[in-house]
Every structure is written in C-alpha cells, then in structure tokens.
Nanobody, 120 residues
C-alpha cells in the first residue's frame, strides 16, 4: 500500500505565502513524477506544478514566478512554496505521484487534499 499525506495549507491574506508538503510512504521502489494539482469550487482539477525524479519542472502559467516546487528524493517528499498568493489561488490542493512499487508495478496516487484559502 502507498499513501500520500499532505500538510500545510490554511487561510492567508492576499500577497501572503504558504508552504505545502506531501510525503509518500509504503511499498515504494521509486517515484517518477510528483506534483501538485488544485480544484476550486465549480471548476475542474488542474495541474499546478510537477517535478520529475531528475528535477525537470513544469508550472502552470498562472503560478509561474510565484510558486516553487521542489522534492527530496531521499524522503519521498514534494514541497510547494506559494508566494504572492491571490484570491484566485483558493482551492483544494492535491498531491500526486507516479510510484513504482517494490514489485515493480506502477501506479498513480493522490493525496486527500488540503484547503488553501486566500482572503482578506
């Protein structure tokens, strides 16, 4: 079994900062891509940022220059630093990872999500 557990999130004023982290645990051989997605009320889930094991990063245009994704491969953990937050960043943020298990099966896993609210 593999679990992704997110932490961080909360309420912040516009222009503020928050950090999210997501740790993967369980029967893990390696993790290919890790990423963050978000879903605002009434909208579809969208990709925010992804990072490969080798460090290749992609950001959504809406967060470029404000958000920074990073990962610690030794800890199977991905981070998202969010600066200059805007009300439109309000959403539930989900961690996602493509994980190769110890039996060399590959699966796509999701965390349960953490709420980020940007409001004054």
């Amino acid at each position: 079994q593999v679990q992704l557990v997110e932490s961080g999130g909360g309420l912040v004023q516009p222009g503020g900062s928050l950090s999210l982290s997501c740790a993967a645990s369980g029967s893990i051989f390696s993790i290919n891509v890790m990423g963050w997605y978000r879903q605002a009320p009434g909208k579809e889930r969208e990709s925010v940022a992804t990072i490969t094991w080798g460090g290749t990063i992609n950001y959504a245009d809406s967060v470029k220059g404000r958000f920074t994704i990073s990962r610690d491969n030794a800890k199977n953990t991905v981070y998202l630093r969010m600066n200059s937050l805007k009300p439109e960043d309000t959403a539930v943020y989900y961690c996602n990872a493509q994980i190769v298990g110890r039996t060399l099966d590959t699966g796509l896993y999701w965390g349960r999500g953490t709420q980020v609210t940007v409001a004054s």
